[in-house]
Structures are given as structure tokens and as C-alpha cells.
């Protein structure tokens, strides 16, 4: 590029230029050895650190000191070595040390021969942009997933480690490539078709696929930008290869049902798996060979219904038996027989073997067709009757006890034991019999038991028949524990020993829970009263002490009445009654009376008490104190209501805030002010007044909460009225009973007529200075509170801050127009001297702006724009200031060499104006005036509507001006001629369209 300097006030211009630049500016000399600096501006200095006089004569490499190993370096060199222009990024240190990033902009400088003489640098601080790129940069290289920057070529701009880690590569061995290129085989894969789709519509694609040459399922979300393709990609192989296995095991799992189908079909005996009411989920084929029905025709149906009439009774004892067992939390196994009708009607005897599992609500069974067995039992028993009809019946009886009835001889071993057995320790008495008693006590019992054993036969040999009553533990089959309680006898000179033994195993349970439960309840906070169904108190825990005072030897015994408030009787009465119901009664919130008389509110609840059999014994009433809750709860209502009341004050404020900033408008500001006074405070009435400081009176500016037009028109003078007193005094005036307040008679006639009793006002004061008043009216008692005073202040701050904000815009605007008229005047002071200079054009820059200002308009120019329209005009010809008086004012025809110099004015106007930042938007005219329609104007030979068009309508009105003037070397044309002049250059020198609005303007 090449820069004339045709002055030293040009290159004073353009030093007072360069020194008030915003950012750094170094110049250094491309034609001595190291490019020394030979310029660095002032904000250059604010920038490094360095004095202008520090940097002069140096290499600006001092800047990276021993930090050369820079990309931007290679790429400055690069631009040096082929004397191109560049932007960089460099790590650059300060005077004091400190690190920063410059953007540096290098452009080279030649002479007019073209020769380079200088480089200019323009140096910016992007340190932020830079240390926020690489706080961005070091986030994607810590996350697991992949991330992946394309082109819109699918070459790599940017990945991070992960998303190399999935091809198997380091991010720079991928970084510039084209992804297509360099994995062809992975083209036609779903993940790259979604990346090219993505691209193509410019929505986001997902896609998963497996990457042959990764050997990876890689799931990706790709989406598109202005200039290429941002992808999240992730490998999903683990998760495909658990999902693949999953679905393998379930196949699996599948096949081994079907085989254990098969295999439970091969059984003879009958095996079904049955749900609630009996009905059959699950039978194998068995089923048809045993009932003659098939799987499918009994699938659905309830077993129920296949039973013999007789039997129906006793299999529905054994269903709800084995069901209450597992509901008590225990599996129920039985086996029982009973009678079926097949599906031809006759009689078949099956034997059951089922199992109910708690927590399942299934039950599996096994049945198997014992007909002919029974048939043969029933013989056999026939046949031996007459000969085991004693020691059956006698063993019957024996079997038909609950208690374990057992004789023991020497050693303890067991010569008999009834059936009792194997319910209550899970042998058959076939197993027991000929095993001493030891082998079946607990480890931890038997030297006990050994001992009572040996006292018992030493007491029965001294002293006659000896009865003892003794509880041990025995160990079930199944491993678990049984306690026994023995009622054993011995007698004298006789070995045997006899011995009952009754399973208290769920008794000792009940009695280990309810000593368990009994001390919860005694640890319990809450009290908890036991009530017996007469109304009594059963039972007072510590608890229960603590709440209501009475001791548990004061409270039991007595009725609950005891703590209950006799407004209260109903309501409890009702509790105990739905408890007694077997009815639980949920919290309840009420309150109780303590033993000195205190009333304490509680929430309670009712539950009822069962006895073994599952009738109703009591009540249990739990009860806590809910005082500190509700307490807490109203505290929590309060705080509630004082924050929306902040909230509403906080919010209006917000409202006056935005009104004051986005708004000139002083009225609608001042009425928002009165109307939160209105709301938040309270208050019935409100007016804001403002000082008129030239009559030192106060004017109503809003109203709120007053009859209609009450007030308008109507002024206060200073000192007089309430509020004029306040103004005068510049302090609060409070009138909670205007009844004894002194007032005109105006403010009075208008009190009673608004039915007004209370009056409060304050000024409104900004910087010292009384900017009006604000009152409130009350037609109620007023009541002053800190918070009530504290808001009217706050709000009454605000208005005072909306009233000198308008006054200073107001005087603002007034500045700024008197700031224009000086620039107008300014610039007719320019043209006027203009016409002075050149005596042939004296009067010409008037005519010919008003001239284009009225063209201009009729072609719809904006009228913001007529502005700079006018100033133009009016400094067309400013240019001509460069020119020398010898040629502006020469007599004769100008010389080739000075039409070249007179050319020039364009170009000097542009240079004069363009510093002054408000005649920028004026140029068009100054500079392009000269510019013809074909393009053989000047100064750059622009063409067509590529010159401005307010350019093209001056020249039309620039030509007809001069024509139609006097000159020295001719007189002025007519207004006809000169048209048809201008008509015949229109397609040539002037724009046709331009021309015709010109002499429709003329009509």
C-alpha cells in the first residue's frame, strides 16, 4: 500500500491520529537490518509496559524475551519473507514480567515507487479470548466422551485424546486430515452417513455402528455449524456386548423352561402350581392321565372345583391354614389326601405334598393317585382290625394330643413317642425311638438337662413318685430351634421314665416380643396410653409422664378423661369407638390437659389392640406435642407475609427503576410512584407536586385516589397550604387529625368534600434542592410505623430521582439543539467564506443546498437523513481550501497540470472532514459530486447508482446553478435552455431518473 504525505499538517494529522488509537500501534524500518521501531504509540506503552523511548531502536521479538517457540512467530516470518499482510497470536511479556496474549495485525508499507520501506503493527490484548479458548480446550480433553470438530471438507479441525483413543490414534495424527480419506472403509458406515446428514439439512444425527477397522460400536451426535460439523461420539462395545448376552441368556433361560416343561411332563405324579382362589397357573400332562383333563383345560380354572362335595370343607381348612402360616411370615408345608371326581365322574383319592413360600402368594404342590393304595390300606386295615383295635385306639389317642408324649428307659433313650413328632421337631417316631433324649437337645442344654435327669430319678428313689417342670431347647430337622416345656414323672424302682413335652416355641417368641415391644414403647418420646375397652387407663409410658405430669401409679386406672378437656369428651369418645371397631383413626390434631391445668396441643392417633384371636382388647392412643411445630408454623406465616410485602416494595421499585431509566415521561413515572404508594402503603389518596422555581408556586403533576379533575389546573404557592409549607421547610409534615390542623379555606373545602381525616407529606430533595412535594391522604386513622415511614421515604426518594432526571434531560435536549445550531452555523460560516474566497460563486453553495435539500426530499430521502443532505452542500466545495489561490482564481484556461491539481479538491475535502465524526455521514457530496453517470467523472470514475444518489441529484442541481449564474466569461443561461442542456447529458453525465424528478421539482 502506498501513503502520500503531501504536508507536514497531514503528518501532524495523522501522529495526533495514531496517539489517540485505542489500541497499540508500532511502526518499524523494513529497509534497516532487524526492523528496528522507529514509532510506538501511547496506548502501545499502556499495553507493555515500555516508554516509547525504552522500545525505540529494538526488534519487537523483545516482547516473547526467551519464548520463541511460537506458531504466530513461523507465520510472521512467513508473512516478512513474502511481504504479505498477517494476524497472529503471540505469548507477549510486560515490563513487570506478566504474561498476555497479543493479536498482532502486520501490514507492510510502500512508497509511491512501490518500494517497502516500513511495517505497521496494530497489537491487541486477547488474553481472555485466549485464556478462555484454552480453560474451553482442557475441559474437552478431561471428559471421557469424544469430541470431534469438522470442516465443512470433513477435515479435522479439532479432537480431543478420547476421540483419538477410538481410532486408535494421538489427536495430531489426525488434525488436518480429511476424515473420508483417511478411513475410506468406514464411508458407508451409519455414523458417517448421520455426520453427512447432519451437514447436508442442518439438523442434529444420531447414529450408532460398528467400525470394522476400530473393531468398535461407537454411538454419535452430530451437529451442525455455520462452517462445518461438531460430533459427541462415544464407545458403546461393553454395552452392545452386554445387551448381546443378555439377550443370549434369556434365549437360554427360555430353552431350559421348555426342557424342564418336558421333563415335569414325564413325572406320573401330578404337579401344578395353583395362584389365588386355588386357580391353576401351571400343571404338567400328568394331569390328564390322573383327572383326564388336559393342561389347557384346567389352565384358568379353579382346583377348587374338582374336589368331592364331602371333602370341599376340609381342603378349604387346609387352604386358609397353610395360607395364615405364611402370612405369619413362616413356610407352610402339609400333606394331605383327599377325594377328586374325575372328568367321567368316578372317584379318584390323591395325596398332596404343598408348599406355600411367604412373600409368594403361589402355592406348588405335588399330588399323587394313591386309589388303589387306599383301596389296599382299607383291606389291610379291615383284616387286622379285631387284632390292633386296642393299641390303635390308645395310639390314636396318644397321636391325636399336640404334646410330644414320650417313655424313656436307661440312658434316657426314648422306648415310644406319639406322631406329635414330627409336627413339633420334624422326626417320625421310627426316627426318635432307641436315640437317647440328648441327641436331640440343643448343645447349650444338654448338661442341664443331664443334670435335672439325674435329680429327678435320685428324688423319685428317696422319696417316692417325683414330677418335675422344666423347659430346654431341642433342635427341629430342619436345623432350627424348638423350645419344649416337660411335665415329666419318675417312679420308684421303676426305670421308666414318662415325659410330655409341649412346644412353647411361639410362646416364648410372643413373650421375648412383647418384652421387646415393651421397652420400645417405656424408650418412646411420645406418650403412649394403653386403654382398656371400659375406658381405663392399662398402660402409661415415660412418655406420657413427661407430657401430661401424672405418674404411671397416678394415671392407671383411671379414665382418660383424665387428659382430655371436657369440650373434648366427644371427640375422644368417637376415637376409642372406631379403635374399638378395629377402626385405626390417622393423626389427629387436638389438645390435651396436663396435671397442672396446662392445654397443650398434640396430635394422636387410635390403633386398636389385638388379643391372640384377633378380637379387639384396647385401644393404644399415641400422642406427641405439635406446640413447638405450630409454633414454628406461624413464624413461618409471619416471615411469609413480611417477605411478599418486600417483595411488592422491592418489585414497584423495580418498576419506578425501569420507568425512570426507559421513560422521559415525568407524569407516568410520577402516577406510578402514587400508585404503589397506594398500594403498598395503604393509602387512600395521593398527589405529587412540582416546584416552578420561575413563579415559586407547586403544580399538581399526578393524582391518584381523588375525585376526577378535582385538582387540574390548580397551583400552591410557596409557604402557603400544607403543601407549601413543607416545600418552604424542606421537611416532613405529619396531620394524623386534620380536625385540629389550621387550613385554608380551600385545602378545608376540600378535605370534607373527599372525606379526608389524615394527612402526611414529604419533599422531594435531590442535591439539596426542594424539587416538589409528595402527600398522602387518608379518609382512616393513619398509623406511622419504621417500616410504613421507611417504604414512603424509599418511594418518595424515587420520584425526587424521576424529577431531576427529567429536568436534566430536558435540559439536555436543549443543550444538544443549540449544539447543532452552532455546527449549522458553523458550516454556513465555512460555505459564506467559500463564496468570499471565489467571487464567480458568491451565493452559490445557498442556492444550490436549499435546491438539493428540496430534490433530495421529493426523491424520499428520510428526513433524518435531509440533514446530512444539507451539510454536504453546503461544503462541496470545501476542498478547494487546498487549492492554490493562483489556479482557484485564475482568469485564463486552466493548464493539464493545474485541472490535475483542481481535481484534487474531492479528495482534500475528504481528508479536511472525515477527522470530524458528526460531517462523516455529510461526505457523500463533497466527494462524489464530481462523479459522472458513464464513469468519466472524478476523482475514481465511479458508474451508475454505484455513485451515492444524494451525489447524483447535487450534480444535476450543481450544473443548473452555474449555468443559470453570471460569469466573467459569459452571462447566465435561461432556466430553458439550461434544462434542455441538462436533459441532453442525461444517460452521460447526469442519472435519467434523477434529471426528469429535477424538472418535474422545476414545474
Known sequence: MTFRLPSSADLHLLSHTLGACAIG???????????????????????????????????????????????????????VAGGASTTATLRNYRKDGSLFYNELTLS????????????????????????????????????????????????????NAAAARIAGKRPEELIGRNMLMTFPDIVDSAVVQAIQQAKETGTAQTAVSYLEPFGKWIEITAYPSEDGVSVFTRDVTQQRQAEEERLANEARLREVAAELQRTLNLSLDMIMTSGPQARVINVNAASQRILGYTPEELIGRSFLELIHPEDRTAAYA?????????????????????????????????????????GDPQIYSVARDITDRKAAEEAQRASEARYRHVAAELQRTLDLSQDLITTSGLGARIISVNAACGRILGYTPEEMIGRPHTAFVHPDDRARTYAQGARMIQQGAA??????????????????????????????????????????????????????LAAIVEASHNAIVGVGLDNTIRSWNMGAEKLYGYTKAEAIGQALDLIVPPELHTEEAEMLSRGRQGERVEALETVRRTKDGRRV?????????????????????????????????????????????????????REIDQAIASSANLTMTLSLVLDNICQQLGADAATALLLDRDTL???????????????????????VRLAGQVALSGTPLSALDLSGVPLTSDEKNLFEREGLTAYYAVPLISKGKVMGVVEVLQRQALTLTPTWLEMFETLASQAAIAVENAQLFTAIERKNLELRLAYDETIEGWARALDLRDKETEGHSRRVTEMTVALCQHLGVSSENLIHVRRGALLHDIGKMGIRD??????????????????????????????IKFLRPALDIPEYHHEKWDGSGYPRGLKGEVIPLTARAFAVVDVYDALTSDRPYRAAWSKARALTHIRSSAGTHFDPQIVEAFVQLLR
Open 463 to 516: 422319696e417316692g413318685p417325683a414330677a418335675f417342670v422344666f423347659q430346654n431347647r431341642y433342635l427341629h430337622k430342619d436345623g432350627h430351634t424348638v423350645w419344649l416345656e416337660w411335665n415329666a414323672a419318675a417312679i420308684p424302682d421303676h426305670p421308666l421314665v414318662y415325659g410330655v413335652g409341649r412346644d412353647v416355641t411361639q410362646r416364648k417368641a410372643a413373650e421375648e416380643d412383647q418384652a421387646f
Open 318 to 358: 387346609e387352604g386358609a391354614a397353610m395360607t395364615q402360616e405364611a402370612k405369619a411370615g413362616r413356610q407352610a408345608t402339609t400333606v394331605f389326601q383327599n377325594r377328586y371326581l374325575h372328568k367321567d365322574g368316578h372317584t379318584i383319592w390323591l395325596e398332596w405334598n404343598a408348599t406355600i413360600v411367604p
Open 886 to 915: 493562483a489556479v482557484l482564481l485564475k482568469p485564463g484556461k486552466l493548464t493539464d497540470e493545474e485541472w490535475m491539481e483542481m481535481r484534487k479538491h474531492p479528495s482534500y475535502a475528504v481528508e479536511l472532514l472525515s477527522p
Open 697 to 719: 408556586t407547586l403544580e399538581y403533576a399526578a393524582v391518584r385516589g381523588l375525585s376526577p379533575g378535582i385538582l387540574q389546573g390548580s397551583a400552591v404557592k410557596l409557604g
Open 25 to 79: 500501534v508500532v511502526i518499524s524500518d523494513a529497509q534497516r537490518e532487524d526492523h528496528p521501531i522507529v514509532y510506538a504509540n501511547r496506548a502501545f506503552e499502556r499495553l507493555t509496559g515500555y516508554t516509547t523511548g525504552e522500545v525505540l531502536g529494538l526488534n519487537c521479538r523483545f516482547l516473547q524475551r526467551q519464548d520463541r517457540d511460537q506458531a504466530g512467530l513461523t507465520e510472521i516470518r512467513q508473512a
Open 601 to 653: 396441643p398434640v396430635s394422636t392417633t387410635a390403633s386398636p389392640v389385638l388379643d391372640a384371636t384377633g378380637q379387639v382388647m384396647g385401644v393404644a392412643n399415641i400422642t406427641h406435642d405439635i406446640s413447638a411445630r405450630l409454633a414454628a408454623e406461624q413464624e413461618i406465616r409471619t416471615l411469609n407475609a413480611d417477605l411478599h410485602q418486600q417483595l411488592r416494595h422491592v418489585t414497584g421499585l
Open 108 to 159: 507492510p508499507v510502500h512508497d509511491a515507487s512501490g518500494t517497502l520501506t516500513h511495517y505497521v503493527g496494530f497489537q491487541n490484548d486477547v488474553t481472555a479470548r485466549e485464556e478462555a479458548r484454552q480453560q474451553l480446550t482442557s475441559t474437552l480433553e478431561r471428559i471421557t466422551d469424544g469430541v470431534v470438530s469438522f470442516d465443512a471438507h470433513l477435515n479435522y479441525i479439532y479432537l
